[in-house]
DNA sequence: CTTCAATTGTTGAATATTCAATATTTTCAA
DNA sequence: TTGAAAATATTGAATATTCAACAATTGAAG
């Protein structure tokens, strides 16, 4: 039974907000060499696989709101990194498409997040990086 | 060596972004009853120790930027549930205590919390969990 | 068919966060 | 002891995010 006076330190909520918080700094840091903000490199790496996505699938794949990646995908469009093509078969629906400037900063972007990774398997290690990996995908999977 | 065309999904910086965000929007709509952020009930689960904390300390212990950490202690100020003392050893500090009225909320929300980790608990497993908490530390340890 | 509810995306106002600058106090070296 | 640098917290302006309302389109029941 979980005790309800076990510092905050003990939570999962907690660890995974801080370690989340950690993780994502150094990232930024090392994206911040192109000025990108994480959420963007998101979205172009969801986005280079060549397809249409609709707002709303990207929003949920990039763990942004709805108004949020509106706007933001409003900058991304003004720097031609992305654009917008009406769904043909659903009126409703934008789809979003990867522009060749896009693709190129991608590839920019991908080393540079790649950096991180190899930095953290090697002060981290191979075995628990992975297994944090496994233990976090079952996480979420089972949250829903 | 990670690979640069790998799916985001497959980059430890998503995963604890995807999982602290779940993990997150639960708590959050637990608290949600009393009417309380989530970093509202962490400032108040570290003072409740009882003891004065330095707005910097502060700022640390619940994963705030310092100006966002004094607007939200204004707001907490104003609502009574703590309070700012003058750090008599070095008059550059704040004190931040937890009032009486902090102090009964405080034990409300930490059993809202706690329900949120037994339900984790029930369907993700105890092992898991406490195998995902021992990672998560050790990560945090080696990226400092 | 028509109408009403649901889905999708955007907008504007309200709110929150961040960055840079500031004020105060302490530290420490000359 | 003095003066410059560092540490601490706050402020205000700029920026970003969120909430609620909206517009457009589709789906589906009658």
New binding site residues.
Partial sequence: MAKSNAPITEHLAYLLAQANREINRQLELRLSKEGVPV?QWRILKVLSDGDGH????L?DAVL???????????RMVSDTLVY?VQ?P??????LMFISDRGKVLCKRLNSLAVDQEEHILESYGDKSTSELKRLLESLIDSSN
Avoid: F, Q, W, Y
């Fill in positions: 959420e609709s707002m709303g699938e929003a942004l709101n709805h108004p949020t990646l509106t706007k933001m995908i409003d917008r769904d078969n659903d009126r409703r629906k934008v």
